[in-house]
């Protein structure tokens, strides 16, 4: 590898993080409406968590989080490639590998 190319490499790699770590879900509202609807119909039970529901806070590992079914995927796409759990009446969307909250939907 030429040299110049090499000097590279560092910096492409902290640009993946970075963007990595900027991992965002924006939820439309009428959307969060069809989630609530989904969790209700489909009875997903709630789980006991003892961290403050934020955004940006990582969730235990004793935590069990879920993947998106593809019947909530079929009319929220935006929630494809994340996990979720519910508690305290709301629905938590987490990134799967960080186990960051990404957004909740109340």
Not at 31 to 39: A, I, M, P
Not at 41 to 48: C, D, L, Q, S
Not at 67 to 76: I, Q
């Amino acid at each position: 590898m030429h040299r110049s190319c090499l000097s590279l490499v560092p910096v492409l790699l902290l640009a993946g993080a970075a963007q990595a770590q900027e991992t965002k879900l924006t939820i439309e509202p009428a959307h969060g409406k069809l989630v609530r609807e989904y969790v209700v119909t489909e009875h997903v039970k709630p789980v006991v968590v003892t961290v403050p529901l934020e955004i940006g806070a990582t969730i235990p590992d004793g935590v069990q989080l879920a993947p998106v079914p593809l019947g909530m995927v079929s009319k929220v796409p935006e929630v494809r490639n994340y996990e979720y759990f519910v508690a305290g009446g709301k629905v938590v969307f987490v990134e799967p590998y960080t186990r960051k909250i990404l957004q909740i939907v109340q």
